[in-house]
């Protein structure tokens, strides 16, 4: 197994997607990176995303949208040389979601794309914002954007569409690699982050996948003990929130960027 995942990680395989954005040493956030990768160690991934007592909410959903960022882009490496154009016409997560990609500024009316192409578009668009000083800033002193809690929400919203898509369509790779636990770890990871900052307040988007995280966080009740993992301020927001939003319509018109998935006829999908 250890030979397969070295090879799935071969940084000589130019369709594997490589972290592309580090922690700069000696800063508050390269210090807040560090605190997270020893506490995930200790195992129990509920306790790993709460926020430090003490520290500023903002500064840590930068890092961890950092580490979420490159983690997601390795794990879709193991299986990028699967998913093609022609393997994966469209960019879907099982055969009732599709999505369209639009980023409201190059692409501004959704469209259909190829998963890899979908993704390749996806993670430039993360890059690009984790590199822009005015939405992710490093230097001491300059203040995170009045919207950066909904820009983190929109990427995390997106980047769990690529954890859909490995799922269904490259689950049978993933297990030929070995990789099942690892892959299952990130996730569980993911989860927890998402739910504890109320990231992804629409369930429908969650909805691919939602067994599977159900099992995933049953085991940890289980094994930890039923403590709740709805969020910094209580999962009843987020529950009155997607209320709020309502079902999704037969045939809606085009959502913006950020909005909330769309169901065709024939298939759930989302635009943006």
Known sequence: MANKLLKAFNLDNQKTFRPKKKHVVGTKRY??????????????LRDA???PRGEDENEWLAVNTVDFFNEISLLYGTVAEFCTAESCPVMSAGPRYEYMWADGVEVKKPISVSAPEYIELLMNWV?????????????IGVPFPP???EIV??????????????????????????????????FKHFVYFVREFELISNKQEM????????????????????????????????AAAAAAAGPSTAVPPP??????????????GAQG
Not at 31 to 42: D, I, P, R
Not at 165 to 185: D, K, R, V
Not at 224 to 237: C, D, I, L, R, W
């Open 127 to 139: 890059q690009n914002q984790l590199d822009n000083e005015e939405i992710f800033p490093t230097r």
């Open 255 to 268: 959502a913006p960027p950020g909005g909330p998935p769309r169901q065709p006829a024939a298939a759930h």
């Open 31 to 44: 210090e807040l990176h560090k605190n997270m990768q020893s506490t995930l160690g200790a195992g129990n």
């Open 49 to 51: 995303v709460a926020l």
């Open 207 to 238: 909805a691919p996948l939602q067994e599977l995280i159900d099992q995933l966080l049953e085991t940890d009740e289980q094994r930890y003990g039923n403590k709740a993992a709805g969020g910094a301020a209580g999962g009843a927001a987020a």
């Open 153 to 186: 929400s929109n990427i995390f919203r997106r980047l769990f569409r690529v954890y859909g898509h490995i799922y269904h369509s490259h689950f049978e790779q993933i297990l030929n690699l070995g990789a099942e636990p690892h892959l299952n770890t990130c």
């Open 147 to 149: 919207n950066f809690f």
